[in-house]
C-alpha cells in the first residue's frame, strides 16, 4: 500500500533543542516537500527537492534545514534558531516531468510544541 | 508569483442543502488548480484538478468544481451536503512551470443536521 509516513505523530522540543522530523514515501516519486501548518495561515512551503542530493528553499526556509541521501526520505531539522517552532508540520511527494499534472500526497502530519 | 484567495473563513450549510466554498486565484500563464480536503490532526487529501478541458470537474466524494477564467475562480460545490463534509478545505494553484503549490488559508465546512 503506497503513501507517504512521517514520524513521529507529536513531538516536543526543548530549547536550544535541534529536532529531526521524518518523512519516508514508496511512491517512486522524484519530488518532496515541506510544509508548515498553523492556524488560518494555510500551508507554508519550507524546502522541496525535486531529486536527490538536491533541494531549495521554500518561503520560510529560516531555522529549518533537510536532506535528500535517498529518493524515499526526507527528513527535516527544526534548530534552535527557529524561535516559534510550535506548528502542524505536512510532508508531501509528486512526480516530475510529465507526471506533475499530478496531486501531490500528503502524510499525517507531525505536530510539534515546545517544551 | 501565484496566489490563491479564499475569501470565507467558514461556511455553515445544512445536511442536504448545496454547498459552495470559494476560491480566486492569480498566476501567470495557464492555471493548474488543486482542491484538498483536511480533517483534524490528518494530511491533505485530495479532491479534484482542473488542468485544462471542461471547465466542470468531478471529483472524489460528489463534490465538483467550476473553472471560470475570466472570473480567476475555481469554486468547489457540492449538491446535497452531508455532515461528514464537515472538515477544513484548500484550494491550491500551480503555474505552468514549476512543482511548487500555492495554498490558500483554507476555509472550514461545517455541516448541521
Known amino acids: 500500500d503506497g503513501g507517504i509516513t512521517q514520524s513521529p505523530k507529536y513531538l516536543f522540543r526543548k530549547e536550544g533543542q535541534n529536532v529531526t522530523l521524518s518523512c519516508e514515501q514508496n511512491?517512486?516519486?522524484?519530488?518532496m516537500y515541506w510544509y508548515r501548518q498553523d492556524p488560518g495561515q494555510g500551508l507554508r512551503l519550507i524546502y522541496y527537492?525535486?531529486?536527490?542530493?538536491?533541494?531549495q528553499k521554500g518561503d520560510i526556509a529560516e531555522g529549518y534545514s533537510v536532506s535528500r541521501e535517498k529518493k524515499e526520505s526526507f527528513p527535516l531539522t527544526v534548530t534552535s534558531a527557529q524561535k516559534n517552532p510550535t506548528a502542524f508540520y505536512l510532508c508531501?511527494?509528486?512526480?516530475?516531468?510529465?507526471?506533475?499534472?499530478?496531486?501531490?500526497?500528503f502524510g499525517d502530519g507531525t505536530r510539534l510544541s515546545i517544551l | 508569483a501565484q496566489s490563491v484567495a479564499q475569501p470565507e473563513d467558514q461556511v455553515n450549510v445544512a445536511e442536504g442543502n448545496p454547498l459552495t466554498v470559494k476560491c480566486t486565484y492569480s498566476?501567470?500563464?495557464?492555471?493548474?488548480l488543486f482542491w484538498y480536503v483536511q480533517y483534524p490532526n490528518r494530511g491533505l487529501q485530495f479532491l479534484l484538478k482542473?488542468?485544462?478541458?471542461?471547465?466542470l470537474v468531478k471529483g472524489s466524494y460528489g463534490f465538483e468544481a467550476e473553472f471560470n477564467k475570466s472570473q480567476t475562480s475555481f469554486h468547489l460545490k457540492k449538491p446535497s451536503a452531508l455532515v461528514s463534509d464537515s472538515a477544513l478545505y484548500f484550494c491550491?494553484?500551480?503555474?505552468?512551470?514549476?512543482?511548487?503549490?500555492?495554498f490558500g488559508a483554507g476555509t472550514i465546512l461545517r455541516v448541521k443536521s
Open positions: 527537492s525535486q531529486i536527490v542530493n538536491d533541494f
Open positions: 482542473y488542468i485544462t478541458g471542461d471547465n
Open positions: 511512491l517512486n516519486h522524484d519530488a
Open positions: 491550491a494553484v500551480r503555474d505552468g512551470r514549476g512543482n511548487k503549490l500555492v
Open positions: 498566476v501567470s500563464g495557464n492555471p493548474y
Open positions: 508531501a511527494s509528486s512526480m516530475t516531468g510529465q507526471g506533475r499534472n499530478q496531486p501531490q500526497h
